[in-house]
């Protein structure tokens, strides 16, 4: 496939880096999670890429420590297959003899005779403890080893440093440094599949359920789980209730069933306790409902479902990113390079001290048995100061009013989690003490006048919806009703408007902001939340509905490749959404394990078309005898889905055939993911926040007038946070005619989707190399409104 351009900058590639003459190993330790499987195959591809030979060893630390067949050579077919399978195929065990120096020296002698001295473990923080620790010993182990005759001199010094890159693998989410472990999305995704499942049988029967999630020292699944479904109340370790919560619990289970709420969703982490370090139990909240309410009550322990199934579309690019750094890191690593973790921090890959994170999870631990309870939320991160706002938004009838109206509209085409959205804003504005108003489709709506309020009710069960409750139109902009929208802002006197929606959403801010020195009305605080399912939204890295959009093409192609596994020698071609922008082909492809995506950043022709053709003949003359090729909907406009297909064809006549499916509007539809009820929930708080700043700074004389750039922003996630950014200044950032942003970050992973496919290709490791520091969130941060 053709390249873009080269730009004149300082970018380094990783060419220069060589894995000839080294050996890798790399193994799974601890709890299996979702996704490890990704992460295995990442490791084993691109070591052998780079040159170097790569082993599996089997069974953890125990296969390390017996050694034999458990430690084999792995070859690029090998991992072939794995990528859509949950668990580890190449096992995991709890190891009693690796705790002891004799079982860490039959694990070193194992490793020398193999001359094994990088390794990649993927597992939770003990897994992680235990290899820095044999990095530790090695060189006295090699000397031990040398005493007993089991190795001579020169294996000693062709083997004298151990290098060690973790990545961690967990569903409990339970390690700090990373914002997500491999495994913890797909973990979610099951949970929400039992939940939504749940409260349509809660609702015939008016009955309330209390679910038990994993987590026995970290509540992140109880936690986000509980956002994601718009649950009644949630438990988790880190922070117990106060003395009298029963009460509390109860009037709140009440009132909502007053308010004319079918059912109650309770969700209870595993680890759950009172102020007194006393377990609070699914069963004993069950007989606490049913004794003072009267309710029917139901509990359901989710158990080990919740580890399995196939991995979610982001744990496969997580751990397929993770394993790429990981096996640069050890590259890169010298003798005095400390152990590190791979991590993710917003949407960044980042190398981290292992055992500062390491030390930093063991304080989290620390910190909950001497009850820090607060000590304990702000070592975990900025995620579980979110559960504040939950909290603060249960009590929002306890707010004082201000004289404040707040619009919120969709905008452009559906996408997934904007219910979520719309749901997060609402309430948040009423707890932040505003009257919210709805408007209906759009643009369209607004100056047409279907604007009514929207109260704390209207928006129950809002959550697990796909689609735009609140109706969306797509055509119509804001420039030629100008008139009537400043009319419709003056008769319900709307003090800010918040919009949810998608590259329309973008121009109409624009149009808006444009006409503020023409029309006062619109002098008002304005903010936009990118929901697409392109991911086309500049000023933003991620875009709500995305990955909604993209676990629909990951499942489909997982079915696809399923239906090829009996035919052999077939190749699929799908098509994608996206408009011009190549995202969800791309990052779809990653996550399925394509073998070609075209796209339109990538200019490609015809000469391309034919190499691609030859790479999957060859590829047929191996065990994987099937192709994926990926196609966004406008890559090129001479060389369509047909003309592809049509070419593969006859080009790969009496070496394979091929399918074709186009996907269509299936990638718009369905419940949203976890991630983005999540996204959409946590980026409208925040959008609601920064209105409500907005809004009493810029109060005078009455009235509020806000004109300036920084009144009219967009909320985006940008590498390693979400940042409010005038769309004045993202003007230049823009290409109009394509309807995409001029840069996209997301091209960086187009090398990593063609080395794991077998392309050769250059690959910018700019981002790389850099060991950081575990970053400590300071007291003053764990305030909701500092860190949400």
Not at 100 to 109: D, P, Q
Not at 239 to 263: F, H, I, V, Y
Not at 735 to 761: G, S
Request: glycine fraction near 10%; include cysteine.
């Amino acid at each position: 496939m053709a390249g873009a351009p080269k730009r004149q900058d300082t970018r380094k590639f990783f060419e220069n880096l060589s894995g000839a003459g080294k050996c890798i190993a790399v193994l799974t330790s601890g709890g299996d999670a979702q996704g490890m499987n990704a992460a295995v195959r990442a490791v084993v591809r691109m070591g052998i890429y780079v040159g170097a030979k790569v082993y599996f060893i089997h069974e953890g630390y125990q296969g390390m420590v017996d050694g034999g067949d458990n430690i084999k050579e792995a070859t690029w077919e090998s991992v072939s297959s794995m990528l859509q399978v949950g668990g580890t195929v190449i096992g995991s065990a709890r190891c009693k003899e690796f705790r002891t120096h004799e079982g860490r020296l039959k694990a070193a002698h194992n490793l020398v005779q193999r001359s094994i001295t990088n390794l990649c473990v993927i597992g939770g923080d003990g897994s992680l403890t235990g290899a820095n620790l044999f990095r530790e010993e090695w060189s006295g182990l090699l000397t031990e080893l040398q005493q007993q005759g089991l190795i001579d001199e020169e294996a000693a010094q062709k083997n004298s440093a151990l290098h060690i890159v973790g990545m961690v693998g967990s569903i409990d989410n339970d390690f700090c440094g990373t914002d997500m472990t491999i495994g913890t999305d797909s973990a979610l995704h099951r949970i929400i599949e039992v939940v939504d499942a749940i409260m349509t049988t809660a609702q015939s029967h008016q009955r309330t359920f209390v679910l038990e999630v994993m987590g026995r020292h970290c509540g992140y699944l109880a936690l986000v789980s509980a956002l994601a479904c718009g649950a009644d109340w949630v438990f988790i370790p880190e922070m117990p209730p106060e003395d009298g919560w029963e009460d509390s619990m109860c009037q709140k289970l009440s009132e909502n069933r007053a308010d004319n709420k079918r059912l109650n969703i309770i969700i209870v982490a595993e680890g759950a306790i009172d102020s007194h370090n006393k377990a609070i139990t699914p069963d004993y909240i069950k007989d606490l409902v049913v004794r003072c309410l009267g309710f029917d009550t139901r509990v359901t322990i989710l158990g080990h479902v919740q580890r399995g199934g196939t991995p979610s579309a982001f744990d496969r690019i997580l751990a397929s990113r993770m394993g790429v750094e990981a096996v640069l890191a050890l590259l890169e690593a010298s003798a005095n390079t400390p152990a590190c973790v791979v991590s993710l921090v917003g949407n960044q890959a980042v190398r981290l001290p292992l055992m500062e994170c390491v030390q930093m999870t063991q304080e989290v631990q620390k910190a909950m048995d001497e009850k820090k309870f607060e000590e304990a939320v702000r070592l975990r991160g900025r995620f579980f100061c979110i559960f504040r706002l939950f909290l603060s938004v249960s009590a929002a009838l306890r707010h004082p009013q201000s004289s404040f109206n707040v619009a919120v509209l969709n905008v452009g085409a559906p996408a997934a989690g904007m219910n979520a959205a719309v749901r997060s804003a609402v309430r948040v504005g009423i707890t932040e003490g505003h009257k919210m108003f709805a408007v209906n489709d759009g643009f369209e709506g607004f100056y047409k006048g279907q604007i009514k309020e929207i109260k704390w009710g209207d928006v129950g069960g809002w959550t697990g919806q796909g689609g735009s409750l609140l109706g969306t139109k797509r055509s119509t902009l804001p420039g030629k009703h100008l008139d009537k929208i400043a009319e419709q802002i003056r008769i319900h006197n709307i003090n800010a408007l918040l919009v949810i929606g998608g590259f329309e959403a973008y121009v109409g801010l624009l149009e808006l902001s444009a006409a503020r020195d023409k029309y006062t009305e619109l002098c008002v605080p304005m903010v936009m939340v990118p929901a697409t399912v392109s991911n086309n939204i500049p000023g933003s890295d991620l875009s709500i509905g995305s990955d909604t959009a993209l676990n629909a093409i990951t499942d489909t192609c997982d079915r696809i490749k399923q239906s090829a596994s009996g035919t052999k020698r077939r190749v699929f071609i799908i098509e994608t959404m996206g408009g011009y922008c190549g995202y969800l082909a791309t990052v779809g492809g990653l996550a399925a394990g394509a073998d070609t995506v075209y796209i339109y950043e990538e200019a490609f022709d015809i000469r391309d078309l034919q190499a691609n053709v030859e790479h999957l003949t060859q590829k047929m003359k191996t065990s994987i005898q099937r192709g994926l090729v990926l196609r966004n909907e406008n890559c090129n406009e001479n060389f369509t889905t047909d003309f592809i297909y049509q070419l593969y064809s006859e080009e790969g006549r009496g070496t394979f055939d091929c399918r074709k499916n186009i996907l269509g509007h299936m990638q718009q539809g369905g419940a949203p993911s976890p991630f983005d009820r999540n996204f959409g929930t946590k980026v409208a708080a925040k959008a609601m926040q920064w209105i409500t700043r907005t809004l009493k700074d810029s109060y005078k004389g009455g009235r509020v007038f806000a004109n300036s750039e920084d009144t009219a922003c967009l909320l985006g996630m940008r590498r390693r946070a979400l940042v409010f950014q005038p769309v004045s200044q993202l003007r230049d950032e823009t290409d109009f005619v394509h309807r995409i942003p001029k840069e996209q970050w997301w091209l960086k992973l187009r090398p990593l989707m063609k080395i794991l496919a077998k392309y050769k290709t250059s690959y910018d490791v700019s981002d790389s190399g850099q060991l950081e520091h575990v970053t400590r969130f300071r007291a003053k941060e764990s305030n909701t409104t500092a860190t949400i």
